[in-house]
């Protein structure tokens, strides 16, 4: 028998909303179980990029910082700076961005810290001993807290097919600086025949390793490339693949690592909650959300990062595809974010579970369903 996984479908009624289903799979799950009074709670979220609007709604962050205070515990929503530049790079902005997005203090009831301080350099060292790093640079305010709640918008990514609760803990929870080590068996190439030279990968490079060829198409100095994906991101005639220096496993494995540090002290003290709906093909981070490649599907809750992956993964193969999403010519596509990005989503899954975080074995348990409603209420 595999790890627990709670899951509930986005149908509501006037007996149970959204945010009711949501406390009520939370509770399912034992998030309350992990809180102690006088414990401060970290909750994992993304605030979402400028442009963007895709990233979780603040009403359902609320949620959850009700739960932790009714337990005597003391939330705070945070993240780390980012990598790249753009609006999340220092804290100064990263709390501006999220403030515009809604995530104000009179909308969801807990301040906002920003993990790794004013420019990323607030962190702590965390032994893992593992197959690439011995020691991972966790941000501190996630790392200090007694208790943490990763709420997490699946969706694709880029560079690992897919981003969930181990994408949020690991790439989510790191410094720059182990962001940039986690990055740092990639170089992106730009495809002449696809650019367009808009300039818009130059001026997203944090550190300048771009510039213009001949009709002023785009290249990158790989002498300078730091590997950040932020061009690959933001490139607007997906002209810039990544060009792996080692097998595409390596980031994932490192993200997994990095995961690994979050949660290794917080054994009985971290719940997971992953929402697949908005599932639009990149991440939270870029300046826009495309049409969704699958309908809302639902709400999953864990005490497993592993197995509340797998589950979402899982839903999102088996749902239909939305017309006119970018799927649409990968209608019998059984991978739908490999169709989409050409990244293996399992490597993050498979490390995980070797680094015994959790297990790629789970057991649904649906409940509020709409046939079900009867039973269940």
């Known amino acids: 028998m595999g790890s627990k996984v709670y899951f509930t479908d986005m149908t509501t009624d006037s007996r149970r909303n959204l945010l009711d289903k949501t406390r009520q799979l939370a509770e399912k799950a034992g998030l309350a179980d992990i809180i102690k009074k006088r414990d401060l709670v970290a909750i994992k979220v993304h605030f979402g990029e400028l442009g963007n609007i895709a990233y979780l709604p603040p009403p ?10 009714e337990r005597g515990g003391k939330p705070f929503l945070t993240d780390a700076n980012t990598l790249y530049g753009g609006k999340r790079h220092n804290a100064v902005d990263h709390i501006e961005t999220a403030m515009k997005n809604g995530f104000a203090y009179e909308t969801v009831g807990a301040p906002i810290v920003i993990a790794d301080g004013l420019r990323g350099a607030d962190f702590a060292n965390v032994t893992v001993e593992g197959k690439h790093f011995k020691s991972v640079k966790i941000s501190s305010a996630i790392h200090y807290a007694d208790a943490l709640v990763a709420v997490s918008h699946v969706k694709g990514h880029e560079l690992f097919g897919f981003g969930g609760a181990l994408k949020n803990l690991g790439m989510g929870c790191g410094s720059p600086a182990g962001k940039q080590t986690m990055h740092s068996d990639l170089i992106p190439k730009v495809d002449q025949e696809k650019c367009i030279a808009c300039g818009v990968c130059i001026e997203r490079c944090p550190v300048n390793a771009i510039d213009r060829v001949e009709k002023k ?15 690959v ?10 060009n792996w220096k080692t097998d595409e496993t390596v980031i994932q494995e490192k993200t997994a690592e990095y995961a690994w540090g979050v949660v290794k002290k917080k054994k009985g003290k971290s719940s997971f909650i992953n929402f697949i709906m908005n599932v639009t093909p990149d991440c939270d981070c870029v300046s826009w959300n495309d049409l969704p490649i699958v309908p809302d599907l639902g709400i999953l809750a864990s005490l497993d990062p592993v197995a509340i992956d797998q589950a ?3 839903l999102v193969n ?14 019998d596509s059984g991978d739908k974010f490999r169709a989409v990005h050409n990244k293996n989503t399992s490597h993050i899954l498979d490390h995980g579970e070797c680094l015994k975080m959790g ?9 509020w369903l709409r046939q079900n409603k009867k039973e269940h209420n």
């Open 60 to 69: 359902i962050i609320r949620v959850i910082v009700e739960m932790v205070k």
């Open 217 to 231: 198409k785009a290249f990158i100095k790989e002498e300078l490339c730091i590997g950040c994906g932020e061009c």
């Open 233 to 242: 991101a933001f490139c607007p005639s997906r002209a810039i693949p990544i």
């Open 312 to 314: 979402s993964l899982d």
């Open 318 to 331: 088996k749902a239909p595809i939305t017309v006119n999403s970018v799927l649409g010519e990968h209608k």
């Open 359 to 367: 297990s790629r074995n789970y057991e649904l348990e649906s409940l």
